[in-house]
T-cell receptor, first 113, second 114 residues
Framework: EPEVTQTPSHQVTQMGQEVILRCVPI?????FYWYRQILGQKVEFLVS????????KSEIFDDQFSVERPDGSNFTLKIRSTKLEDSAMYFC???????????FGSGTQLSVL | GENVEQHPSTLSVQEGDSAVIKCTYS??????FPWYKQELGKGPQLIID?????GEKKDQRIAVTLNKTAKHFSLHITETQPEDSAVYFC?????????????FGDGTTLTVKP
């Protein structure tokens, strides 16, 4: 079965540093998402991306966050100046189009010290 | 916005018994209801889904029911096996006309005892 690939699997950073989380969605998918999951809590929506622009974003996705699809394959989430509360598992997800199954990657565990 | 509540938070059953997890949603515009299984260290994996034009869907030992009027949907796992042990999340989504965000429940930790 096709997979969404995320790198790195673990990222440790100091508070105030910038981090970039990388994702390679499934090749024929058109809609891309970032979700996060704080340890022991529910999965929370951050942002959706379609046709090279943000479709929707949550309150969590403030000015410190940005997303980019720099080429035809990668989809990145940048946190400009990390805070302790940004520590979470970040999941990338993608779908072919409307009405289709959402595929999640295995996640990047971000630890902000 | 959408709010999804999920119960119970933990569920322990004996192997071979059935397990039922229930969710309610608030936004009547939601029309797609997936269930995900999350194993330790992995991302959520879709196990079954149901759309609002259907009341019930079954796939081998797993079934989902939807009551649109009451805004609740349930996951039923029959003949549970130890490998069913995981965290299960329900979600609700407005699927049309845009492939919108999914709102997740809090999750249910299912433990199947051999």
């Amino acid at each position: 079965e096709p997979e969404v690939t995320q790198t790195p699997s673990h990222q440790v950073t100091q508070m105030g540093q910038e981090v970039i989380l990388r994702c390679v969605p499934i090749s024929n998918h058109l809609y891309f998402y970032w979700y996060r999951q704080i340890l022991g809590q529910k999965v929370e929506f951050l942002v959706s991306f379609y046709n090279n622009e943000i479709s929707e974003k949550s309150e969590i996705f403030d000015d410190q966050f940005s997303v980019e699809r720099p080429d035809g394959s990668n989809f990145t989430l940048k946190i400009r100046s990390t805070k302790l509360e940004d520590s979470a598992m970040y999941f990338c997800a993608s779908i072919t189009g409307e009405g289709e199954k959402l595929f999640f990657g295995s996640g990047t565990q971000l630890s902000v010290l | 916005g959408e709010n999804v509540e999920q119960h119970p938070s933990t569920l322990s059953v004996q192997e071979g018994d059935s397990a039922v997890i229930k969710c309610t949603y608030s936004d009547s515009a939601s029309n797609y209801f997936p269930w995900y299984k999350q194993e330790l260290g992995k991302g959520p994996q879709l196990i079954i889904d149901i759309r609002s034009n259907v009341g019930e869907k079954k796939d081998q030992r797993i079934a989902v029911t939807l009551n649109k009027t009451a805004k609740h949907f349930s996951l039923h796992i029959t003949e549970t096996q130890p490998e069913d042990s995981a965290v299960y999340f329900c979600a609700a989504k407005v699927e049309w006309p845009n492939a919108g965000k999914s709102t997740f429940g809090d999750g249910t930790t299912l433990t199947v005892k051999p």
